[in-house]
Each structure stands twice: as structure tokens, then as C-alpha cells.
């Protein structure tokens, strides 16, 4: 029992990442909707779950804050609030399959190339890492070091970030707004 | 306990708490049903609307845009909370972040106060 | 514990993980049901009536009616479980599993009483050790992970009334959770760090000499603002838009019936106590005692029971709030959450931080 336990806390990283990949196969694959929605949460929910392995328990969390509890809401909304009774959600969601296929033949593209060294050169763990000094640092939570990273290496970009914010906020406002006056 | 993995009680936890939900499930839907009353009909079987026959079939129709805009102004601000967050573990001893926090807020403060002037935090309209 | 451990057959530190995982979960699920009882108890002593009190074990022992919970349990599991036709079949069946797996997390990371040395090493009664680095974050998650349940639920349902309940308190939980995610904030920045244990330690000993040093005296209108959410959040009156007999019946959960109603039930007064839990932590100070200072002597079991009193006695205020409040009307409530308590919960926020700036 404690062995499969140990053994299993192993090979959590995996275990998530195949459910990760199943989450996503039934949000592609199912013709419903809200089925593809729940599919999608499962599939974040997942991939929280693989932040938590590989020790980045505070992207863990913010995945779980942000994602799965904030934008699949907002899907789980959008998909409740149109009527699809009318229509056969074949005719809305499933017309660009061919532009679908040329942007994940992309996707992989950009993918595979920035992971090449991992994949195919050396295999070097240092390679996936982006800033190794903060990972060696081991008295620093994680959180901390986020915050050294936003607050102190990239100030800026995080100011900028705040203006985007701004921008999605006021555009949510007029579109909503001005449907109906 | 587990240097692998310190989160694993709450993983035994979530699966302890599914496996007892969905054996009450099966139980009571689909073992029980044997020897429980089972008696469908035509009236029991419509969707309860205040005891009349529905007044229009289905209910998936078109919702307000209003929840809409909701769960939109949600997602804005639980982004500034996760950013806030590292802020505030390391604040105490980095106490010269308070005015790039502020700016950060301050941004997102103009957006608030646009949204409250635009009436978008308003239910009635 | 190396008795217990040696029993087992196991090592010391998978026997206590057992016995944590047994807590948290028997915690809530020995404790929901006889809050069924309390809520209709105490609604009926408020309103001058008796309440359940006649049912009895063997004719005989009664308890003040407290069986009536037991009875509540084996009548749900007899009634007819009926999935309407119009349902979606599949999602009608997952919603009260995915409304009670987020509520029985409630006290996963919450520290229950005094950690303690035995053997050599340190034992924490919280399922989560000290330094795991998702600290009470992990309940605000679960907490969001709520919302999923009503949604389905009500989607899957395909009832007017259903959707309607679905879609205001799913809107509602949304709309609170951004004034108290920024009340949280405030507390982590002043105890520097989001670890429940650390949250405790911060609170223990006196403020201003008269007061327990906890978070609820020196943050309080964070602490409105967070009691106020925590009553959104678990979806009670006077902000159960969820339900609202008046306007749509049973909201939700209108078309459920038998154990799938009993296990939304069962996680209504999870997130209850879910929320007594993080209440407790965040501002009554946790398992500490008031205006102690060191609990080096105080034996782990006494902590313990203070934590779980606090903890009751919070869940008796819910019940009170429920029925002493009329309920809110819903541009009401939505001018409360985004016009008042956003507000006041960023100035809380931007306070502290003002006073704690160098």
C-alpha cells in the first residue's frame, strides 16, 4: 500500500500530463458545447495539477485562480447564454476545420522548434529552465520568486501588463453596453 | 511526507471524497431503484415550472448579456489579484514595491471607475 | 503514533497522512448533517415554533429530535431518483458529484490544532505540512471550483427556473470573490506570507493590550468584507439567489431529487463550514486561544477544541444570519459586491500597505 503510494506520488507528473491530453481529446472531440467546456476545465485542471509536480506550486495555483476558476466560468457563461437550440452547433463551432489544421501544423512548428534542444540536441535539463539563478536559490519560495521576477526584473512589462488589462476591461465594457440602449 | 509529492493528502483527499459520491450515486440511482418506487409519468416527467404545463419548450434560450459582462470585469480583476499576490508575501521586507504596486492598481483603478461612470456595475438597465 | 504506524504496517508519516485525510473528510461529513438539524432547529426557535423533535432511535432515544438527521439520510436514499427526459443525461449525473468533491476540501489546509513533536519528529494537524507553497490559496481555488457544480447543474437540468438560479448565483459567487480575494491579499501582506500556520502564529498574543491580537480587531472592515463574500460564496441567505422560493422555486437544483439532492445539500453545508474554517484561520485567530501568547505548554487536544468551537460557533451565526435577514434583491446585491465592498476592500488594502511602506 505504501509502496504504490510512494510510487504513484513518482509519477504524478505523467499521470496528470496523459488526463491533461484526455481533458483536451474530449473538449475537441465531444459535440456538445458545454461537454467541451467541462472537457477544457479537466484539461486545466490537469495541467495545475503538473505545475504542482514539478514544484511551481504558485503557477499551480494562479492556473487553478485564473484559469479554471475565472476564464472557463466566462466559456461555461458565453456558451450558456447563446441559444443553440436554433442552430446546429455543427454550423457555428465546427466551419474552420481547415484553418484549424493549418494553425496547429503551425503551432507544432513554433512548438518544435523552440524545444528542439530539449528534444532532439543534448539533453540537458538546464535547457528547459529559463532563469536558473532563481531555481538555484533554494531559499526563495515560489511566489518570492515571481515577485523578484515582476517586481524587479521586469518592471515594466508588468506596468504594460496593467494597461492591457485596462484595454480588455474598457472593451468588455463597450461591447456590452452598446448592444442595447 | 512525501518529498515527491507534498500535496498528495489532498489528491488521497479528492479521491476519497469522488469515491464516496459516486458510490452514493450508484447506490441510490441505480441499485436502489430496484427496490424503491419507481413510477414515472407524463406530468411527473415535465420540467416543473410552478405547477403549470411549459409555457414554451426548452429553457436553453438566450440569457442577458449582463452575466456576460460579469464574469468578464471577474476575470480582470482575479488577474490583478494573482499578480497582487506575489506582491504581498515579499512586501514586507521589499517595502519600495509600493509605488510600482500602486501604478499597477492605479491603472486597473482607472478601468473601475470607467466601468462604474459607463453604469456596466449597474443590474437595472 | 509509532504504535498506531506499527499497527498499520506502514511508516510513522503515511499512518499520520491516513489519519489527517479521515479528519478532514469525517470533520465535515459528521458534522453537515446534524447542522441540518441545527439550521431547523434554529430557524424554529427563532421563529417561535418547535422544530423536528419527535424522531427517535428504537422509540426511544430521542436527543432533542437529533435523529432526525439520521432519518433525513436513509428517507433520501429511498426516495424515487428520477432523471427527467428532458435532462442531459450524463451532465444531470456528474453535478452533484462535481458540487461535493470542491466542498469536502474545506479543511484541507487549515491547520486544526498545535503542531507537535512526537518521536523525533514534527506532526502538523493540517493535511497540508507548513511550506508547501500553496497555502490558503488553495482554498480560494476551491472555493471558485464551486461555481461548476451550479452550472451544471442547472445547464444539465434544461428547466427554466434551473437556469435562471444557475446563472445568478453562479454570477453572484463571481462578482464576491474579487472583493475578497483583495481582503485576503491584505492579510498575507501584513503576516508577510500565505501559510495558514504562519497566518496563526501572526494572531496569537494581545492588540492594544485589551484585545486578541487577531486579524478581525486590526482589519476590520477587511474582515466585513471577507464575512460578507463568505455568505455569497456559500450561496446563503440573505445572497441565496440560488434558490429564491419566491421568484424560481428551488433555483438549481430544482429537478433533483433522492441522494443526488442529498450530496448538493451535503455540500451547501460543506461550504459552511468551509467557510467557519477559513474565517477561523484568517481572522479568529485559528486554533490559538485569545491573548496567548506562547502555546508551547497547552496541550494539542485543547487546541483542537478551541479551533472547533470557533469554528461551530460560526457555522451557528450562519444559521442566525439566515433567518433573521430578509433577502437581498439582485441590483441590490450587485451594487453591494462591486460598488461597496470592491471598494472598501481596495482601500483596506491600499491602507496597509501605505502604513507598511518604507
Known amino acids: 500500500m505504501e509502496n504504490l503510494l510512494i510510487s504513484l506520488a513518482q509519477n504524478l507528473f505523467p499521470i496528470f500530463g496523459l488526463l491533461a491530453v484526455g481533458g483536451a481529446a474530449l473538449m475537441v472531440a465531444s459535440r456538445q458545447a458545454v461537454?467541451?467546456?467541462?472537457?477544457?476545465?479537466?484539461a486545466m485542471l490537469c495541467v495545475a495539477g503538473c505545475f504542482l509536480t514539478?514544484?511551481?506550486?504558485?503557477?499551480?495555483?494562479a492556473q487553478l485562480l485564473v484559469y479554471a476558476g475565472g476564464i472557463v466560468v466566462l466559456f461555461l457563461f458565453v456558451v450558456m447564454l447563446v441559444e443553440l437550440t436554433k442552430y446546429k452547433e455543427k454550423d457555428i463551432f465546427q466551419k474552420q476545420t481547415k484553418v484549424a489544421l493549418l494553425a496547429v501544423a503551425g503551432g507544432l512548428l513554433v512548438v518544435g522548434g523552440a524545444l528542439r534542444n530539449a528534444l532532439f540536441g543534448p539533453a540537458a535539463k538546464e535547457a528547459l529552465t529559463l532563469r536558473p539563478e532563481i531555481t538555484n536559490g533554494a531559499v526563495l519560495g515560489n511566489a518570492q520568486a515571481v515577485s523578484r521576477g515582476l517586481f524587479a526584473d521586469f518592471l515594466l512589462p508588468f506596468e504594460i501588463l496593467s494597461i492591457i488589462l485596462l484595454v480588455a476591461l474598457v472593451g468588455a465594457v463597450v461591447l456590452a453596453k452598446t448592444e442595447r440602449v | 511526507m512525501n518529498p515527491a509529492a507534498p500535496f498528495l493528502p489532498v489528491l488521497i483527499l479528492i479521491a476519497l471524497a469522488s469515491v464516496v459520491a459516486v458510490a452514493i450515486l450508484a447506490l441510490s440511482g441505480w441499485l436502489l431503484p430496484k427496490l424503491k418506487?419507481?413510477?414515472?409519468?407524463?406530468?411527473?416527467?415535465?420540467?416543473?415550472?410552478?405547477?403549470?404545463?411549459?409555457?414554451?419548450?426548452?429553457?436553453?434560450?438566450?440569457?442577458?448579456?449582463?452575466?456576460?459582462?460579469?464574469?468578464?470585469?471577474?476575470?480582470?480583476f482575479d488577474v490583478e489579484a494573482a499578480f497582487l499576490l506575489p506582491w504581498a508575501v515579499t512586501y514586507k521586507a521589499h517595502a519600495w514595491t509600493f509605488w510600482a504596486m500602486l501604478s499597477f492598481m492605479a491603472t486597473l483603478l482607472v478601468g473601475f471607475i470607467y466601468a462604474w461612470g459607463k453604469g456596466a456595475l449597474d443590474w437595472e438597465r | 503514533m509509532e504504535t498506531l504506524a506499527s499497527l498499520l504496517h506502514t511508516s510513522p508519516a503515511t499512518a499520520w497522512m491516513a489519519v489527517k485525510v479521515l479528519m478532514a473528510f469525517g470533520l465535515i461529513m459528521g458534522i453537515a448533517p446534524p447542522l441540518t438539524w441545527a439550521e431547523r432547529r434554529g430557524s424554529a426557535m427563532i421563529q417561535d415554533r418547535i422544530g423536528p423533535n419527535r424522531a427517535a432511535l428504537f422509540g426511544k432515544i430521542r436527543i432533542l429530535g437529533l435523529v432526525q438527521a439520521l432519518a433525513d439520510g436513509v428517507k433520501f436514499f429511498f426516495k424515487e431518483d428520477l432523471v427527467p427526459p428532458h435532462a442531459n443525461k450524463r451532465l444531470f449525473w456528474l453535478a452533484p458529484l462535481l458540487a461535493f468533491v470542491p466542498a469536502m476540501l474545506g479543511f484541507a489546509v487549515i491547520p486544526m490544532g498545535r503542531s507537535f513533536l512526537s518521536g523525533g519528529t514534527e506532526y502538523h494537524l493540517s493535511l497540508l505540512d507548513p511550506g508547501n507553497g500553496m497555502g490558503m490559496l488553495f482554498p480560494m481555488a476551491v472555493g471558485a471550483m464551486a461555481v461548476y457544480g451550479i452550472l451544471v447543474a442547472a445547464w444539465s437540468s434544461n428547466n427554466k427556473w434551473a437556469i435562471l438560479g444557475g446563472m445568478r448565483a453562479s454570477a453572484q459567487m463571481v462578482s464576491y470573490e474579487v472583493g475578497l480575494s483583495l481582503a485576503v491579499i491584505a492579510i498575507f501582506m501584513v503576516t508577510g506570507g500565505y501559510d495558514p500556520h504562519e497566518i496563526v502564529k501572526a494572531q496569537q498574543g494581545t492588540f492594544l493590550g485589551v484585545l486578541p491580537n487577531w486579524y478581525v480587531?486590526?482589519?476590520?472592515?477587511?474582515?466585513?468584507?471577507?464575512?460578507?463574500?463568505?455568505?455569497?460564496?456559500?450561496?446563503?441567505?440573505?445572497?441565496?439567489?440560488?434558490?429564491?422560493?419566491?421568484?424560481?422555486?428551488?433555483?438549481?437544483?430544482?429537478?433533483?431529487?433522492?441522494?443526488?439532492?442529498?450530496?448538493?445539500?451535503?455540500?451547501?453545508?460543506?461550504?459552511?463550514?468551509?467557510?467557519?474554517a477559513l474565517i477561523t484561520t484568517m481572522y479568529l485567530g485559528g486554533w490559538g486561544i485569545p491573548f496567548v501568547a506562547d502555546h508551547g505548554q497547552i496541550p494539542v487536544i485543547v487546541t483542537f477544541l478551541v479551533?472547533?468551537?470557533?469554528?461551530?460557533?460560526?457555522?451557528?451565526?450562519?444559521?442566525?444570519?439566515r433567518w433573521t435577514l430578509p433577502r437581498f434583491r439582485y441590483d441590490q446585491l450587485m451594487n453591494l459586491g462591486w460598488k461597496k465592498l470592491l471598494p472598501i476592500s481596495m482601500a483596506n488594502l491600499l491602507y496597509f500597505a501605505y502604513r507598511m511602506r518604507g
Open chain 2, 37 to 76: 418506487p419507481n413510477n414515472p409519468q407524463d406530468a411527473k416527467l415535465l420540467p416543473f415550472e410552478c405547477g403549470v404545463p411549459p409555457v414554451q419548450e426548452g429553457a436553453r434560450h438566450r440569457y442577458s448579456v449582463k452575466f456576460y459582462l460579469v464574469a468578464m470585469l471577474f476575470i480582470l
Open chain 3, 217 to 276: 480587531f486590526r482589519q476590520p472592515f477587511g474582515f466585513l468584507v471577507f464575512f460578507v463574500c463568505m455568505f455569497a460564496e456559500a450561496n446563503r441567505l440573505p445572497f441565496d439567489f440560488a434558490e429564491g422560493e419566491s421568484e424560481i422555486v428551488a433555483g438549481f437544483h430544482i429537478e433533483y431529487g433522492s441522494m443526488k439532492f442529498a450530496l448538493i445539500g451535503l455540500a451547501e453545508y460543506g461550504h459552511i463550514l468551509g467557510a467557519s
Open chain 3, 307 to 321: 479551533f472547533l468551537t470557533k469554528v461551530i460557533a460560526l457555522c451557528l451565526v450562519f444559521i442566525w444570519v
Open chain 1, 35 to 42: 461537454h467541451s467546456v467541462l472537457g477544457f476545465l479537466f
Open chain 1, 54 to 61: 514539478l514544484e511551481a506550486e504558485f503557477l499551480g495555483i
